[in-house]
């Protein structure tokens, strides 16, 4: 069954592969504007610390690690999670999901990786360049536990990022439009880019538990630096999983009610 799956998933990055490549003129654009907003995301961290050495107790440095793990999400999200699943949107609206449900294969990951933007892997290795200039700022290299922690973080970064991405699609089948919270959750990822006790109060139990963002970000960054606790590691993993269950939940129920154009 995982082989099979794996053969799918293959199959499905090959075609955007291919698809990406018909048109290269866009692919090298669309790169040159991803690298553009990975600028702009700098420039607030450049401004705010013009006048100080930290904020929040995070030096200039290390919040580079914590811009670096936005960087990298969000190139994941634009380029693997977010073109596959608006998509979904339009076939609810249209009636045309019956052509997912249809095959021979689970449907949540059919409409989870029918696309994918593969310029958008030029953040991924923007973040990993600001992570080696983070690192050259703060006069050291992160330690090898660190960065195994970091990596089991990213795992549960995106999946995190993912179960959140279906519970807001699995809203149209029960709205017309969601596109303005489609818009709003990206609006809100937008705040990941920021350490996470920069935030006080509503906010800050808001971005860790309920979107919890600092775990996305904050928390793999603080995993490099060696300064994460290994029981907020376990909470991770353990709400990662949680999150991935109840969205699982909550796309087969909707599937239960969806309404087929022919109906």
Request: proline share 3%; no cysteine.
């Amino acid at each position: 069954m995982l082989r099979r799956y794996l053969g799918l998933l293959g199959v499905q990055l090959r075609a955007s592969s291919l698809l990406a490549m018909q048109y290269r003129g866009d692919f090298v654009i669309e790169g040159i504007i991803s690298l553009f907003w990975t600028a702009t995301a700098l420039a607030p961290l450049f401004v705010v610390y013009r006048e100080r050495q930290s904020i929040a107790g995070w030096s200039f440095g290390e919040a580079l690690l914590v811009i670096g793990w936005f960087t990298l999400l969000q190139g994941i999200l634009e380029g693997a999670i977010n073109p596959s699943l608006t998509g979904v949107v339009e076939h609810i609206r249209k009636g045309t999901l019956d052509f997912v449900l249809l095959k021979p294969a689970d449907a949540q990951f059919l409409v989870s990786t029918a696309r994918f933007l593969p310029w958008r892997s030029i953040n991924v290795l923007a973040g990993l360049g600001l992570f080696v200039y983070g690192f050259h700022l703060i006069g050291r290299a992160p330690s090898l536990l660190g960065v195994l922690a970091s990596l089991v973080l990213l795992g549960t970064s995106v999946l995190l990022l993912y179960s959140l991405w279906i519970l807001t699609v699995a809203a149209a089948f029960y709205v017309v439009k969601v596109d303005n919270l489609t818009y709003f959750f990206t609006s809100i990822f937008d705040a990941a880019r920021w350490p996470a006790s920069v935030f006080r109060g509503v906010l800050a139990f808001v971005f860790t538990f309920v979107i919890p963002l600092a775990v996305m970000t904050t928390f793999p960054a603080e995993a490099m630096l060696g300064r994460l606790p290994w029981t907020s590691l376990v909470w991770a993993v353990v709400g990662s999983i949680l999150f991935a269950f109840l969205s699982r939940r909550v796309w087969l129920h909707s599937i239960g009610h969806y309404t087929s154009a022919s109906s």
